[in-house]
């Protein structure tokens, strides 16, 4: 587990880009988008974090019920928190009840504070409190604090959930609000070992969360892309009308829209396996690859080193695995 941490450690502060020198003067206004007769979402802009979209570059959203507010991921700001509720209040009267978080990576739930301030529950899945406890958690925050002044500060606070979910029996766990029926969805240990998904039933809409990636390149970094790609199954068997990606634009194609995801975790699984299996250095292995396929999509360049990395240490891994298995005895 220390191993880990510090192997994340590493690709975090390859990955912080550079504090710029002049910030904003105030916090930007989010604009909703309607998906469905109940539900909306905030699409970020591409690419990575950084203090000139002040963060703002993974998706939200939101379901409107006659009872309350149900709220998907809460943005990479305490700022951007505070801006979901303003344009949520633009949309209806009725207050935020709850908050469900898809995984606690930082541009996902920095934003949690705002709501927890304004009395909302915050449910999440219970592998959220191992990243919360982490040394990783800390190292991010810091990273998060040069690379989004002001955006995140000495008063941004890593916010937990009220209720952790427990999925021990591998079933969902469903929930009603104001006529509205939901479903969270437990897709632990694929891109995060805290994934889980939020299904609208009543109009067929997805939160999907960082499993699929909307028209970009994903952030992959130690993620078990086996299980990873195993979960985008399990999406597409879920037949939605519509899917809110973690990052990119809505999707009404689900199917189809996965396809990016899909090939480009089987690509680099293929491209590391073979280097891991001829014993290649990554290094060399990086540079002889032709990434033609991916490298105009957007956050390839901020990205897809520390994926192909990320990869490379998992498929050494994976091998190692294979080596240990016992051999069954002769007849």
Excluded at 9 to 16: F, N, S
Excluded at 107 to 124: P, S
């Amino acid at each position: 587990m220390k191993f880990a941490i510090s192997i994340a450690a590493c690709l975090l502060a390859l990955a912080a880009p550079a504090a710029h020198a002049v910030t904003p003067a105030r916090a930007q206004a989010l604009t909703p988008v309607k998906v469905s007769p109940h539900v909306y979402y905030f699409q970020g802009h591409s690419g990575m974090a950084e203090a000139a979209n002040q963060g703002f570059m993974s998706n939200a959203g939101f379901v409107v019920t006659r009872d309350g507010v149900v709220v998907f991921d809460a943005l990479g700001t305490p700022a951007l928190g505070e801006a979901m509720l303003k344009a949520i209040r633009k949309v209806t009267a009725q207050p935020v009840r709850r908050v469900i978080v898809s995984h606690f990576h930082a541009d996902h739930f920095y934003g949690l504070q705002a709501f927890k301030a304004r009395g909302a529950q915050i449910w999440a899945h219970e592998r959220g409190r191992e990243y919360l406890a982490s040394d990783l958690a800390a190292t991010r925050l810091a990273q998060r604090k040069e690379a989004l002044a002001p955006w995140v500060n000495d008063a941004t606070r890593l916010t937990g959930a009220d209720r952790w979910l427990s999925f021990a029996d591998g079933k969902s766990i469903a929930f009603e609000m104001g006529g509205v029926r939901f479903k969270i969805i437990d897709m632990s240990g694929a891109h995060a070992p805290d994934d889980i998904m939020l299904a609208v039933d009543n109009d067929q809409v997805l939160f999907a969360g960082d499993l699929f990636f909307g028209g970009r390149i994903p952030f992959v970094g130690e993620a078990d892309s086996r299980v990873w790609l195993a979960a985008l199954d399990r999406m597409v068997a879920l037949a939605p009308q519509a899917a809110i990606p973690g990052h990119g634009e809505l999707s009404r194609t689900p199917a189809r829209d996965m396809a990016l995801t899909r090939d480009y975790l089987t690509f680099l699984r293929r491209v590391m396996g073979d280097a891991v299996a001829e014993l290649t250095s990554f290094d060399e292995a990086y540079g002889k690859i032709d990434w033609s396929a991916f490298d105009k999509y957007p956050a390839f360049a901020q990205a897809n080193r520390l994926n192909a990395y990320g990869t490379y240490l998992l498929m050494e891994r994976e091998s190692l695995q294979q080596k240990r298995l016992p051999v069954a005895p002769s007849p």
